[in-house]
């Protein structure tokens, strides 16, 4: 007996956008359409960083990077002067600046897209929004300093919202966790909450788990895997995942340079999940990476 065709259920159509207004960042440097995963390029205006350090602390050539990050597919760039790697030692407000003023002047000369600085220091982001930054991309999320979300509030420009377990030179000392992804969306909401209360606006607050920040392997690979719950709060979620050392675990102790394919394979999932934006040094290549994955989603 020849068994009816299969009737095609939900998931057969098209994925259709949700209803109503299409999700949105308002920066200074213009509307960002968060209908589509926004590739975010890292530029390090750091000696130290764990990828890209001393690559990018002459102006010009981080202006010339920048341009071309933004011809192949970046929405946005992410400029930091304070390596967060795992061990790395605080900057003081000063030397963070001296490295980032002239690299985030140059930047700012050369492309329109927005520019979000990577830094925990309320000082930091007002200098550095004074000089054109239009997002701040805080690890602590609000936490070192007491600042940092009345700052953004009276600037009126959306930030980012991290969580690290301890601080860059202790996170990855045995990372603890009863349950990872209940215990980073927690925390997320929390001071989604008190970012809110301090007045950001709803609509200017991201969520970054923190891949890597404070996390075993299965950690970082859990926090993937169920994103959703992440996303479930509402906010748009920021993944970073470029080249780091989980992957590099994963791969059989593969170096930095060896993690391409290691960071496509998680940011394909990453966009799977629900993430907004994806935080990479590999424009080009992971912007192929994201067309592809939502055509595939969306088919």
Same mark, same amino acid.
């Given at each position: ?49 764990? !990828? ?16 071309? /990050? ?14 967060? #790697? ?16 002239? @690299? ?43 600042? /940092?979300?009345?700052? *953004? ?24 966790? #009863?349950? @990872?992804?209940?215990?980073?969306? !927690? ?33 970082? *690979? ?18 970073? @995942? ?37 935080? @990479? ?19």
């Amino acid at each position: 007996m020849v068994s009816p065709p299969r009737q095609p259920g939900p998931e057969a159509g098209p994925r259709l956008p949700p209803a109503g207004p299409r999700p949105a960042l308002r920066t200074r440097a213009g509307i960002l359409a968060l209908d589509r995963t926004v590739v975010v390029g890292v530029l390090n205006a750091t000696p130290d960083s764990f !990828s890209d350090g001393g690559l990018h602390a002459d102006p010009g050539r981080a202006a010339a990077t920048a341009a071309e /990050m933004v011809a192949k597919g970046a929405g946005m760039l992410d400029l930091g002067a304070e390596s967060t #790697r795992p061990g790395a030692a605080p900057v003081s407000p000063e030397e963070e600046l001296r490295r980032l003023l002239p @690299v985030l002047r140059a930047v700012r000369a050369a492309v329109r897209v927005p520019l979000s600085v990577d830094t925990t220091k309320a000082a930091v982001a007002g200098a550095a929004i004074a000089e054109g930054a239009d997002v701040v991309n805080d690890v602590s999320a609000g936490r070192w300093d007491a600042a /940092m979300f009345s700052s *953004c509030a009276a600037a009126g420009v959306p930030i980012v919202l991290m969580h690290m377990q301890g601080t860059p030179a202790t996170m990855q000392a045995e990372p603890r966790y #009863r349950d @990872v992804v209940g215990e980073v969306t !927690s925390f997320l909401a929390e001071r989604a909450a008190l970012a809110r209360a301090a007045g950001i606006a709803a609509e200017g607050i991201i969520l970054d788990p923190g891949i890597g920040f404070g996390k075993t392997v299965d950690q970082s *690979c859990r926090l993937l895997r169920r994103l959703d719950a992440l996303v479930a709060l509402g906010y748009p979620v920021l993944v970073g @995942v470029s080249r780091k050392s989980f992957l590099g675990r994963l791969l059989g102790g593969r170096d930095v340079g060896e993690r391409l394919f290691g960071t496509a394979a998680a940011v394909a999932l990453a966009v799977a999940g629900g993430a907004k934006l994806v935080r @990479v040094h590999d424009v080009a290549a992971i912007h192929d990476v994201v067309v592809v994955s939502e055509a595939v989603l969306g088919a």
